[in-house]
């Protein structure tokens, strides 16, 4: 198969966000403002209360799909429209929020390991301002498929060898993978043509590609286009979250929670939020 090579090596940058939130950002940083169809992840990982606690307090979103997948801790989410819920370790969230919803994701922890990532995607533009849906769930309903050499994958959006993942009729097509490689393991995994896709190493180190350099924690790998995506393990089993989809091919304006196609959409979601409408 056709190895999709390395593109671009992205530092997750130190930052914070909400109310006083430490992060890691790697996509929608200054090294990479986006990957049509995605536009920001975050990880969240401390086990000092004080990097956490204060959480992302009531906040809008419009014209997009925020990701949640938590590792470990609990966190709270309720909206302006009755929606609440609780994601604790392996939960997913995939929140479409289309034409708008306000929204809290507060931790309900006072100490102990908070760990997780926050995937933002964009929606095409006959899907912005869609109803706002959830998708929620536990890690029960997240199957884990093992492979030869120790490989072993939660499968929380696409399919490998014939296990789908829960997530369904999702915009871009995507695919979100959860992959474990032991050293001496390797995942070959063949993702739809056209697709843009990235690994993001959280554990460990992987190689990538068809080169042996490792990629260490805390670093986010762009996909060169081809057909599979090649992860081997290094020195260290490693975990990578693997994210590919559908590339839009639109014009992107960004204002904070808002990512409409032009600034007459960001110009009139500012007025529906302030005028009450979400
Ligand atoms: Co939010």
């Known amino acids: 198969m056709d190895i999709r090579p390395v593109a671009l090596v992205i530092p997750a940058q130190a930052t914070s966000d909400g109310a006083g939130v430490s992060l890691s950002r790697s996509l929608g940083s200054q090294a990479l403002d986006a990957l049509d169809p995605f536009l920001l992840l975050d990880e969240f990982r401390s086990d000092d209360s004080a990097d956490y606690m204060g959480g992302f307090p009531d906040h809008p979103h419009r014209g997009i799909e925020t990701v949640t997948y938590m590792l470990a801790g609990a966190m709270g989410h309720g909206d302006n429209q009755g929606n609440t819920g609780k994601l604790r370790s392996g939960d997913v969230q995939w929140m479409t929020a289309g034409r708008g919803i306000i929204h809290s994701e507060m931790p309900e922890q006072e100490e102990g390991l908070m760990w997780g990532f926050q995937l933002w995607v964009n929606l095409s533009a006959a899907q912005k301002m869609r109803e706002p849906r959830y998708q929620e769930i536990p890690a029960a309903d997240i199957p884990s498929v093992g492979l030869a050499g120790g490989v072993s994958v939660k499968v929380i959006a696409g399919a490998v060898d014939g296990t789908a ?15 474990a490689v032991p050293p001496g393991g390797e995942f070959i995994h063949a993702l739809p043509a056209g697709h843009n896709g990235f690994c993001y190493v959280f554990e460990g180190d992987a190689v990538i590609g068809e080169g042996s350099e490792s ?10 286009l081809g057909e599979a995506v090649r992860i081997a393990g290094g020195d260290n089993a490693a975990r990578v979250l693997l994210i590919a989809g559908r590339p839009h091919d639109e014009p992107i304006v960004k204002y904070g929670p808002f990512v409409m196609n032009t600034k007459e959409e960001i110009m009139q979601a500012i007025d529906d939020y302030n005028g009450g409408r979400f």
């Open 165 to 179: 993942g829960p997530v369904t009729e999702i915009d871009v097509d995507p695919t979100y993978l959860d992959v």
């Open 215 to 224: 990629v260490t924690r805390g670093n986010l790998v762009v996909l060169g």
